[in-house]
T-cell receptor, first 113, second 114 residues
Framework: DTAVSQTPKYLVTQMGNDKSIKCEQN?????MYWYKQDSKKFLKIMFS???????INETVPNRFSPKSPDKAHLNLHINSLELGDSAVYFC????????????FGQGTRLTVV | GENVEQHPSTLSVQEGDSAVIKCTYS??????FPWYKQELGKRPQLIID?????GEKKDQRIAVTLNKTAKHFSLHITETQPEDSAVYFC?????????????FGKGTKLSVKP
């Protein structure tokens, strides 16, 4: 009965490849997010998706694209992977976009070699 | 946009002592301030939050204080235990497009020595 689940948990891939990370939430939340946590543990928001409105952090390269087939899913697709993309990626969800707890998935550790 | 500063980046205390982590924020419109705990290799999880209509909130050994005038808020952990060792993140809601989103501080690594 995991609330927010991500797959895979670990992903090792070569530079230049394209990969996807899947995220699903069963909390009935209407907002989902992707965060990137680098080696220094900084949690940086990448995307926010609410009622089909996508907000993109302007610092995120356009090689990253979120895809939401429905309200319970927000997948992350990455094209032409680079070494600097190595990080832990967290999906999260919340009810609404303000004043509410965000629930995180278990994270996906991406290693680009 | 919202900017959240967090100090210290690392904190080491003896078991039983208190630990205090401080954060400042820039957006005076922010009205929700959660604290998350992240154990090694795990996901961030909410431990306590406070809203702008309250100055202090306590839950057993943890408490959070908020000073809206000064735009800072703090986490207090009393009688620390080794299992309190983790990275703690403060956050504030920042306006982002038409939405508010959680903007995190850079984290504080707390080590509690037995």
């Amino acid at each position: 009965d995991t609330a927010v689940s991500q797959t895979p948990k670990y992903l090792v891939t070569q530079m230049g490849n394209d990969k996807s990370i899947k995220c699903e939430q069963n909390l009935g939340h209407d907002t989902m997010y992707w965060y990137k946590q680098d080696s220094k543990k900084f949690l940086k928001i990448m995307f926010s998706y609410n009622n089909k409105e996508l907000i993109i952090n302007e610092t995120v390269p356009n090689r990253f694209s979120p895809k939401s087939p429905d309200k319970a899913h927000l997948n992350l697709h990455i094209n032409s992977l680079e070494l600097g993309d190595s990080a832990v990626y967290f999906c999260a969800s919340s009810q609404g976009t303000a004043n509410t707890e965000a629930f995180f998935g278990q994270g996906t550790r991406l290693t680009v070699v | 946009g919202e900017n959240v500063e967090q100090h210290p980046s690392t904190l080491s205390v003896q078991e039983g002592d208190s630990a205090v982590i401080k954060c400042t924020y820039s957006d005076s419109a922010s009205n929700y301030f959660p604290w998350y705990k992240q154990e090694l290799g795990k996901r961030p999880q909410l431990i306590i939050d406070i809203r702008s209509n309250v100055g202090e909130k306590k839950d057993q050994r943890i408490a959070v204080t908020l000073n809206k005038t000064a735009k800072h808020f703090s986490l207090h952990i009393t009688e620390t235990q080794p299992e309190d060792s983790a990275v703690y993140f403060c956050a504030a809601i920042g306006s982002w497009g038409s939405q508010g989103n959680l903007i995190f501080g850079k984290g504080t690594k707390l080590s509690v020595k037995p």
